[in-house]
Structure formats: structure tokens, C-alpha cells
């Protein structure tokens, strides 16, 4: 199974669970140093967000269909 | 109803029952605490007075505490488990109470970065931002202030010492990230630096992310600091100037590593020697963390070592008569709210909103001299510019550039 992995700032928090279905093109969530919205580059399912302390952001792990 | 001591309910934790479920973004936890356990909260020793601390006047130490994330329900949360619905936490027994809007420059949500800047700089920025307005400018900090005035300056926190709230008091740079580059500023007006973070002080040769081989604590040490590495070495130091590294990363808030209410002491121990008086800002960092992950149970169990540390704060500035103690927070993280405590089944039921932060006002507790200079709904920003005051600190907020 193909994985991606995003990142996103953990301030925002993320607009997506554990298990959802991510369309191609849905915003997520607001990349880290940019501040811009951060947009799902293929469509899968959220399998994993795990918040990195130390960078403050959460990793996005999508399994894509 | 059966009445619950603060003592009982202090020992009751060991079983929890998380159910999850989501429903318009919103996450429900049941969180039960039985009666029969004392392992998980056992350091925290309710106040069995309720009564407001006392105000004395004038104006000589300021220590200001952080709790990174913590709004009115997370401490609302860690009271009903640890003290009871009628007990109260030791930053709640501080008679002068009021809250604090917490916005960025750019955001209505703020993150760390800003916020910190905000309650040391008395400017708001962007977020991401340290020691600096969104165009760049430099801003003295409040720690820097204090020091350029000749008190003693540290800093104690459960982060890494080079992480957004202690570099907001102690650096000047664009991106919280630049964790290398805010490390060697650090040295540069902060007599004790306690945390976690080692890794930012090495070379890469050494396991570091320092570059061109620069080692931050043989340099350190080189210009007066005592270096700690261990609750031993924490106290033993009797230096002047202490840089006390507890992990390469983050401290794990676990013993035998010293937790934030002994790294308090030991840093007023220093600072206190100065005549002149000090600048201390205590940061509860793993607050925020925990609500990030929508755990109740290390948010009380962070909530309630931030208390602790509170309470040493508040102990030494009882004897001293002369120390402006503050409690607030830079944002709250989660939009944590409680639905129900039953104090029979021990069940404490809240809901998350978020796995981020939000924009709701957040708490701000002034004890001692000064204190009613504090009253009312401020902004973060006004926090800094009151201690300045009182301090007698002209010029401020400050430009560097």
C-alpha cells in the first residue's frame, strides 16, 4: 500500500480523523512555515496523525487508494 | 451526596476509561478516577487552605509563570481530580484573577512563537515570530530588560530551552524553528537556563545540531556557568550562572529527572543571591502537548506539575515580601470543555473541540507587590509592560534595530 506523508501546523490542529476519507484537493490543514493551506495531493485514508512536540506539527499519514 | 476529600480524590487515578466518540468535530472522553490508586498524581499535595495568599508591596523580583496551552477548564479539570469540586489548585488561591486575550499579528489563533513574543516584548507578531514584530524589527525582551538593569535573569521550563516560550524571552529570530541559532543568544543575558534541549548546545560531531563544531556548553562553562546534566549536578551547582540540560530533547517529566517545581527552586535559590533582585519565567511546556493529543489525563497530570512549581514560586514570595508572582498562559490548546464530574463514580467527562489551539481569553493570576496593576481584561501584551513599570523600567517596549 502507498503511503503519503504531510505535515501541518499543530496550531490549527488538523480538519481530518483517523479514518476519514481525504478527497484530492481537500484542505487538511496550514503548512508550518508558510502558513498556507495545506491540500491533499492524492485521495486516501487517514490512518495515523501523530503530534511532533519538537517541531510542533502533526504528521498526517494517509494510505492512498 | 457522599462527600470527597481532596486528599482521597488526590489518590484515587490509576484506572481510566477513555471513550472516544466524534460527532461535528466535537470528541467526548469519559475519564474515570477511582479511589484506590495514588500513582499517577501522588507528587500533588492539595492545599487544605483555601484562603487568597496575601498582597504585600514593592516591587523587587517578577517571576512570571507559563502554562503552555492552559485555559480556565484544563485547570477546571486538574482541580476536580486533584482537589475536588470545592478544593482549589495553589494558582487559583492568587486573590487577583483576570484573563488575557492571547491574538497574533496575522492570526486570530495564536501560536506559541507570537504569544510568547507578546508577553515578553509587550508587541504583537506573527506567528512563528521570536523577539520581533512582523516587519523584522527586534524587540528587547522583558528578561533582557530586566537584566540590562542589573537583576539576575533565568529561565525554567519542561521543553527544550531553545523551544518558542523560553526563546521568545531570551532571542531575536524569524523562525521558531531556528532552534541552533536561538541556542547561543540564550547564553548571552540568561544566568540560569534550566531544561531540556542539549542537543542544540553540541556540535554535530557530538550528537548536536550546532554547527562548524561550536559546543554552547564547553563555551558556557569557559564563561562562568556551572553545567548540570542530572538531578545530582542540578543540586550541587551553586555558580552564579547555571545551565542545567536535562535531555537532548524535551525533559520526560519522570524521575529521576528534577521536575519543573525543582528546577523553580533551584533557579530562585541563584537568582535570589543577586541584590538587585531577578527575572524568572517558569514555563510548563508539556500542557500544550498534552491537549494537542487530546489526553486528559497527562493534561492534569501537566496542569498539576505546573502547579507545584506554582507553589514554590508563591512559597518564596510569601517570605520574601518583595516578588511580583504571575501565572497565565499563551494560548489555550483543544477548546477543552467539561461536561460533568461526579465526585461518587469519580468520572470526569470532557469534550475536545480541537486538536489546535483557539483564540479564548486565558487565565492570569497576579500575587504580591503590583498585583492590582493586573486587574481587568488585559491583552498579553500589557503583562510585559506592567512588570516594566514596576519595575521602573522606562523605554519599553523597546526597538533594538
Known amino acids: 500500500m502507498k503511503q503519503i506523508v504531510l505535515t501541518a501546523d499543530a496550531t490549527c490542529g488538523v480538519d481530518a480523523k483517523v479514518g476519514d476519507h481525504i478527497p484530492a484537493g481537500r484542505r487538511i490543514g496550514v503548512q508550518t512555515e508558510t502558513g ?26 494517509i494510505d492512498v487508494v | 451526596m457522599k462527600q470527597t476529600t481532596p486528599s482521597a480524590i488526590a489518590l484515587g487515578f490509576l484506572s481510566i ?28 499535595e492539595p492545599s487544605p487552605d483555601i484562603t487568597p495568599y496575601p498582597n504585600p508591596a514593592g ?38 484573577a483576570s484573563s488575557i486575550t492571547t491574538h497574533a499579528a496575522n492570526a486570530k489563533i495564536t501560536d506559541s512563537a507570537a504569544a510568547g513574543t ?24 522583558i528578561l533582557q530588560a530586566a537584566k540590562h538593569k542589573g537583576m539576575s535573569t533565568g529561565i525554567a521550563v519542561t521543553c527544550e530551552v531553545t523551544h518558542a516560550t523560553p526563546a521568545a524571552f531570551t532571542a531575536h529570530v524569524k523562525s521558531r524553528s531556528s532552534e541552533a541559532r536561538i541556542a547561543p543568544q540564550l547564553l ?32 558556557a562553562v569557559d564563561s562562568g556557568y556551572t553545567y548540570a546534566s542530572d538531578a545530582a549536578g542540578l543540586n550541587a551547582a551553586r555558580a552564579p550562572r547555571l545551565l542545567g540540560l536535562f535531555q537532548n530533547a524535551a525533559l520526560e517529566t519522570i524521575p529521576p529527572e528534577p521536575d519543573l517545581a525543582e528546577l523553580t527552586a533551584k533557579a ?55 516578588t511580583l508572582i504571575l501565572v497565565t498562559s499563551d494560548h489555550e490548546t483543544g477548546g477543552l470543555s467539561i461536561k460533568n464530574w461526579d465526585p461518587e463514580t469519580r468520572k470526569l467527562d470532557v469534550a475536545w473541540s480541537t486538536g489546535g489551539h483557539t483564540g479564548v481569553p486565558v487565565p492570569l493570576y ?13 491583552d498579553n501584551t500589557d503583562v510585559p509592560k506592567h512588570i516594566a513599570a514596576l519595575l521602573g523600567i522606562d523605554d519599553f517596549p523597546k526597538p533594538l534595530d
Open chain 2, 59 to 96: 516591587v523587587k523580583n517578577v517571576i512570571l509563570l507559563i502554562g503552555d496551552g492552559l485555559g480556565h477548564n484544563q485547570i477546571t479539570a486538574a482541580r476536580l481530580v486533584a482537589a475536588g469540586p470545592d478544593g482549589k489548585l495553589h494558582m487559583e488561591r492568587i486573590a487577583t
Open chain 2, 17 to 44: 476509561l477513555l471513550v472516544a466518540s466524534a460527532a461535528n468535530a466535537q470528541t467526548n472522553f469519559q475519564y474515570e478516577t477511582p479511589k484506590d490508586s495514588k500513582d499517577y498524581i501522588g507528587f500533588y
Open chain 1, 36 to 61: 498556507k493551506p495545506l491540500i491533499a495531493p492524492q485521495s486516501g485514508a487517514v490512518s495515523e496523525i501523530i503530534f511532533d512536540p519538537d517541531r510542533h506539527e502533526f504528521r498526517i499519514v
Open chain 2, 366 to 378: 497576579a500575587l504580591g507587590p503590583g498585583a492590582r496593576r493586573f486587574r481587568g481584561q488585559l
Open chain 2, 268 to 322: 530562585i535559590e541563584i537568582l535570589s543571591a543577586n541584590p538587585h533582585g531577578f527575572f524568572l519565567m517558569v514555563e510548563g511546556s508539556q500542557i500544550d502537548w498534552a491537549c494537542h493529543n487530546n489526553n486528559i489525563r497527562q493534561t492534569i497530570r501537566q496542569t498539576l506539575l505546573f502547579d507545584k512549581a506554582v507553589k514554590v514560586a508563591v512559597d518564596f514570595a510569601l517570605r520574601d515580601r518583595s
Open chain 2, 118 to 141: 507578546a508577553l515578553a516584548c509587550g508587541i504583537k507578531t506573527n506567528n512563528g515570530m521570536i523577539g520581533m514584530d512582523p516587519d523584522g524589527k527586534r524587540y528587547q525582551t
Open chain 2, 188 to 219: 548571552e543575558q540568561t544566568d540560569v537556563i534550566l531544561g531540556g534541549g542539549r542537543r542544540y548546545f553540541l556540535p554535530a560531531d557530538a550528537g548536536g545540531r550546532q554547527p562548524e563544531g561550536v559546543d554552547l556548553i564547553k563555551k
